[in-house]
């Protein structure tokens, strides 16, 4: 059945399920997720078969937070471990709004979350240069006082408030891929490869070791697209397009963009590492290794932008 279907690769990011500084907690979350999985549904009926894959910056960070401030009573979360709860929570936040989705609909579909882990290199720069945001925007004072009293490198987040950085080491290949493939070509609407994947390396003897990273989920949810040949790459964010000159008076909101456009805007750091920049980094990755046809949007317009209506399209020409 589903086999014959055209293949959608929806990268949803973490950020987006907390609608605003007084919309944080858990239930808020999920309703955000629910909202998006309307969308989610509409494109699936429209006959498309699905993969969604989501971020966890601000999530993993909470958890880490947690784990921070309960240190003195309980032994504290590897970071690779916070991933696979991340998994779990918002796989789970999906998987269930998906189910009540089908039976508001009446539809006889189902939904699964795959807890993924993603091979990294040990040897990766990354670990040297913390770069991917995690956890709540805090005020520069706040930021640089945590920096100070915990050890944490900080950065600001694109005008946005100051965050915690980790490292974001490269994903190398999907180790559970097979049964994602598996799972899409029997007609299951799956989640999988949450928060960039549990990153892992392997060791002298070839087994696998969970690291202190974070996988960017931009870049993961690519090479996940790559792997199984999928029709359109769609990443959901914060705006309904990609801007050039960002936030400054010579600002440009982008329809469309060629893979040659979009590497030199990138070469020519338009976009910023800490934000946009991955997501056009993946969509130039995902273009070069074939894909078909790459749209950058917010969820709301989702239908919309499959529908050449609204977003950012990539193409190969």
């Not at 490198?153 to 915690?164: E, F, I, L, P, S």
């Not at 949450?194 to 690291?211: A, D, F, S």
């Not at 909101?253 to 979009?262: K, V």
């Not at 990138?266 to 894909?291: T, W």
Request: charged share 25%.
């Amino acid at each position: 059945m589903a086999k014959e279907s055209l293949t959608a690769v929806i990268a949803v990011g973490g950020n987006s399920l907390i609608v605003d500084e007084f919309h944080q907690a858990i239930p808020d979350q999920y309703e955000a997720a629910v909202n998006t999985v309307k969308r989610i549904v509409d494109i699936m009926e429209a006959g498309w078969n699905i993969i969604v894959t989501h971020g966890s910056g601000p999530q993993v960070g909470y958890i880490m937070r947690r784990s921070e401030l309960a240190i003195k009573e309980v032994a504290p979360v590897p970071m690779d471990y916070a991933g696979a709860d991340i998994q779990g929570s918002v796989g789970y936040m999906f998987q269930r709004a998906l189910y009540n989705e089908f039976a508001k609909r009446g539809l006889n579909r189902k939904a699964v979350a795959v807890v993924s882990q993603v091979l990294v290199a040990h040897e990766d720069p990354a670990f040297k240069n913390p770069t991917k945001p995690i956890g709540p925007q805090m005020d520069e004072t706040t930021a640089k006082k945590r920096a100070d009293t915990i050890g944490w490198t900080v950065k600001d987040d694109a005008g946005r408030g100051w965050r915690r950085v980790v490292p974001s080491p490269a994903p190398r290949e999907i180790l559970e891929l097979e049964q994602i493939k598996l799972l899409a070509d029997h007609g299951f609407v799956v989640i999988a490869c949450g928060g960039g994947g549990i990153p892992v390396i392997e060791n002298e003897k070839n087994y696998l070791v969970g690291v202190e990273a974070v996988i960017d989920k931009d870049l993961a949810s690519s090479l996940l697209a790559i792997d199984l040949k999928a029709d359109v790459f769609i990443i959901t964010t914060g705006v309904d397009r990609v801007a050039v000159n960002f936030n400054t008076p010579e600002e440009k909101w982008l329809d469309s963009i060629s893979l040659d456009r979009a590497r030199e805007l990138y070469e020519a750091n338009q976009f910023d590492p800490g934000s946009m920049g991955p997501k056009i980094l993946a969509m130039i990755k995902y273009l070069e290794s074939g894909g078909a046809k790459g749209i950058i949007t917010n969820p709301d317009n989702l239908t919309r932008a499959l529908e050449n209506q609204s977003g950012t399209h990539f193409f190969t020409r």
